[in-house]
T-cell receptor, first 117, second 115 residues
Framework: DTEVTQTPKHLVMGMTNKKSLKCEQH?????MYWYKQKAKKPPELMFV???????INESVPSRFSPECPNSSLLNLHLHALQPEDSALYLC????????????????FGPGTRLLVL | AQKITQTQPGMFVQEKEAVTLDCTYD???????LFWYKQPSSGEMIFLIY??????QNATEGRYSLNFQKARKSANLVISASQLGDSAMYFC????????????FGAGTRLTVKP
């Protein structure tokens, strides 16, 4: 089973709202990732958690706040977003990070399509 | 710095024929992994195939195979017997082991399978 789930599938929010995106995997993976993808572009890495610790923050604005409550869950808290933040947000997980090899294969969820008005 | 290049923005293939999607990469890391993903219009990134830099044989997964030419730094995806459901965006990606850079993706190739 290589399933990563994400909720919600779609989200519309105003610039003053606070919302959260959720991601869950039950594959025992120890690394989880958030990506942002604009239309017709490749995914851009935002955050990486390895063994529940934030290991990479790719200079993402503070209006995006990640949280990893446990090894199976990953949240992305959104606050005071801008219209240019509208995108597909993808969560992924991998067995490990840093070991190299096939265990680095990332499995993605279906994504959350976010529209900021 | 690692760099992934997909030079074909769009490709067309007739149903039941084979198609090759190109990917070249640049790295100074001797150990790395190469990945191909499929992204249908629904948005989900679907893992297709993996090739390690030290693997002696080309990877295969069902109708997908990877033409790995290490000296040329190319990792082309070959899809045999194309199906209408293969129409999607395809991304090549690389992860270096020692430089600890995270996975980076190429610009992608949009494949359209014609009936």
């Amino acid at each position: 089973d290589t399933e990563v789930t994400q909720t919600p599938k779609h989200l519309v929010m105003g610039m003053t709202n606070k919302k959260s995106l959720k991601c869950e995997q039950h594959m025992g993976h120890r690394a989880m990732y958030w990506y942002k993808q604009k239309a017709k572009k490749p995914p851009e890495l935002m955050f990486v958690y390895s063994y529940e610790k934030l290991s990479i923050n790719e200079s993402v604005p503070s209006r995006f706040s990640p949280e990893c409550p446990n090894s199976s869950l990953l949240n992305l808290h959104l606050h005071a977003l801008q219209p240019e933040d509208s995108a597909l947000y993808l969560c992924a997980s991998s067995q490990e990070r840093g070991s190299g090899g096939a265990k680095e294969t990332q499995y993605f969820g279906p994504g959350t399509r976010l529209l900021v008005l | 710095a690692q760099k992934i290049t997909q030079t074909q923005p769009g490709m067309f293939v007739q149903e039941k024929e084979a198609v090759t999607l190109d990917c070249t990469y640049d790295t100074s890391d001797p150990s790395y992994g190469l990945f191909w993903y499929k992204q249908p219009s629904s948005g989900e990134m679907i893992f297709l195939i993996y090739q390690g830099s030290y693997d002696q044989q080309n990877a295969t997964e069902g109708r997908y195979s990877l033409n790995f030419q290490k000296a040329r730094k190319s990792a082309n995806l070959v899809i045999s017997a194309s199906q209408l459901g293969d129409s999607a965006m395809y991304f090549c990606a690389m992860r270096e082991a020692y430089n600890n850079n995270d996975m980076r993706f190429g610009a992608g190739t949009r494949l359209t399978v014609k009936p």
